[in-house]
């Protein structure tokens, strides 16, 4: 089951999100490409993806990861992984929706300093 609003993931038998308190549904639906999705994270250091998504996770912010063909093995995010034909110079692109990239852009700042991530918030 999963939260319509938030995108996160419910097990069998929760029928509402507790945090959007909206009714769950079974598939989340299909993420529309051409979605208001802007680019929070650019990187051209792969190893850095992986945090980049368990900060994003942790946020319960949705994101589309966004490479060339190499990166497709990575894991990737509940959006699936958008292949990119013409990056070039940079390795790999997070997008968020508009209305979580404030929030995210917030919780990656120290990524794309260099610095640790901050500690996810319990709940
Ligand atoms: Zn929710």
């Not at 994101?63 to 699936?80: D, M």
Request: include cysteine; charge should be negative; charged fraction near 30%.
């Amino acid at each position: 089951m999963y939260c319509p609003d938030c995108r996160a993931e419910y097990r069998e038998g929760i029928e509402t999100c507790p945090d959007c308190e909206v009714r769950l549904v079974v598939e989340l639906p299909p993420v529309d490409p051409d979605a208001d999705l802007v680019p929070v994270f650019e990187t051209a250091d792969v190893s850095l993806l992986p945090v980049v998504e368990s900060v994003l996770d942790s946020a319960r912010i949705p994101y589309l990861v966004q490479g060339e063909e190499a990166l497709s093995v990575l894991p990737v995010g509940r959006w699936g992984a958008g292949i990119s034909q013409s990056g070039r110079g940079l390795a790999a692109t997070i997008r968020v929706e508009k209305g979580r990239a404030e929030e995210a852009e917030e919780l990656l700042r120290p990524l794309a300093e260099g610095e640790s991530p901050p500690e996810p918030e319990e709940g």
